[in-house]
């Protein structure tokens, strides 16, 4: 198999690659076919990406057989890029990564791939672990909030005998906003240790994975045991990020952005403001340059409210909501990673959003059709793929279909139970 990258190829072959059912890889694929590729995408079924028009074909991701589907989407469009769209998917790239390079020799061509998709492969195993990733970032002069590892309660709560509340929990190679709790008592601490360490049983597992679809979700019973939390310290203000496109440790280019409003307090933004930030871009300008990265990388940050200080709390070695966003100069992130890759200088394109705030899609117009950002911000919707639109303004996955709509009655009956239960309970009284 050769994956060498032909330099003759009229158009650039990108391969989209997601494991999970965010409009964020159809998206970006849009971005790519715009740019003048070909793009195919590598997704569960029924994922978004099958309502574009634009991509030429879509391999199909099987859950429990991740790599075999992932080799086999490789094998038949032997991509000049691949490009993650979640966290698993760059994990999974770098599991057949460390695969290839056992064999000897390594498969052809796929290494390379791989290195020239994400630069230092070994970035996604260090920007997941949460606490490694915190202490690179503090050693190359980061600014982040006080952090540590715990491996107990009783850790937890030496350490913040020194660190006033609210705390932050989270848990090694989460994403979405998912193993992350923000906790404001000590209380709610305990009960977030719990919740993040604990493994759903075999019957829970088997209800996530008939209500989301995903058959991966059969197997979160089985993983292993989380031994260790990441707690840091909350930082009062604004969430913000800095989205880049970078190639083998340099920034080519990238947008930042302020989140105005988020879909829960740890969870993705659906309202965000173009924002300059010098903090933020030296942030990204460093950990690119220190990891060694290629390809669409986001940062996280909490802005502080009192000294506007950019708090780095996270890095994802993968392509993230700000990503398909033009930046201030009109250029797209795709646009100047294409460009490198091919020797040319990036397409400058008219800034989309005048107002610099742009409302998300589809997270706020799920979260409140009557959102006062709605009419005065820019709204990032893809009308030229209507099928893409009609899909986002769906529930969410787990609240579609028979079982979910069984799963709610029966939560409905029950909370109409136990509120009659009470009224009795108080009449007799």
């Not at 190829?9 to 590729?37: E, H, M, S, Y």
């Not at 300008?285 to 506007?308: H, N, Y």
Request: aromatic share 6%; proline share 7%; glycine share 8%.
């Amino acid at each position: 198999m050769n994956m060498t990258f032909n330099e003759r190829r009229a158009l650039p072959q990108i391969l989209v690659f997601a494991t999970t059912r965010w409009q964020l890889a159809a998206r970006i694929a849009i971005n790519f076919a715009d740019c003048g590729c070909r793009v195919d995408a590598l997704v569960p079924r029924g994922h978004p990406a099958q309502c574009v028009g634009s991509v030429r074909e879509v391999h199909r991701f099987v859950p429990l057989a991740p790599l075999a589907s992932l080799v086999a989407a490789l094998e038949e469009m032997q991509p000049d890029l691949v490009i993650p769209c979640d966290d698993a998917a760059a994990l999974l790239l770098h599991a057949l990564h460390r695969r290839c390079m056992e064999q000897s020799p390594p498969l052809d061509g796929l290494p390379a791939l791989l290195k020239r998709s994400l630069g230092n492969v070994e970035a996604c195993v260090v920007a997941g672990s949460r606490s490694r990733f915190m202490d690179l970032a503090r050693a190359s002069g980061v600014r982040t909030p006080p952090s540590a590892s715990v491996g107990s309660l009783e850790e937890l709560r030496e350490w913040s005998r020194d660190h006033a509340l609210p705390l932050v929990l989270k848990s090694d190679y989460s994403f979405g906003g998912q193993g992350v709790a923000l906790a404001k008592q000590w209380p709610e601490v305990e009960a977030a240790w719990v919740a993040l360490k604990r493994r759903p049983g075999f019957g829970e597992s088997c209800v996530r994975a008939l209500l989301e679809r995903d058959t991966d979700r059969l197997r979160d019973w089985r993983r292993p045991p989380v031994e260790s939390l990441m707690v840091q310290a909350a930082i009062d203000g604004q969430p913000a990020n800095r989205a880049v496109a970078c190639w083998e440790g340099e920034v080519l280019a990238g947008v930042s952005v302020e989140a105005l409003r988020t879909q829960h307090a740890t969870g993705p933004a659906t309202v965000v403001r173009f924002v300059n930030n010098p903090e933020m871009e030296d942030t990204a300008r460093r950990l690119v340059r220190q990891l060694g990265v290629s390809g669409l990388v986001g940062f996280d940050f909490m802005v502080e409210a009192a000294t506007g200080a950019a708090h780095l709390i996270e890095m994802n070695v993968r392509a993230t909501p700000a990503c398909h966003l033009p930046n201030s100069h009109g250029t797209a992130l795709t646009a100047s990673l294409l460009a490198r890759l091919r020797g040319e200088s990036p397409p400058r394109l008219r800034p989309r959003f005048a107002s610099g705030m742009v409302v998300m899609f589809p997270g706020e117009f799920r979260a409140n059709p009557c959102s006062p950002y709605l009419q005065t911000a820019g709204h990032d919707v893809p009308w030229e793929h209507p099928a893409l639109v009609r899909d986002g303004l769906e529930p969410p996955w787990a609240e579609r279909g028979w079982l979910a709509q069984v799963r709610r009655r029966w939560r409905t009956s029950r909370v109409s139970g136990l509120q009659r239960r009470g009224s009795v309970l108080a009449g007799s009284n």
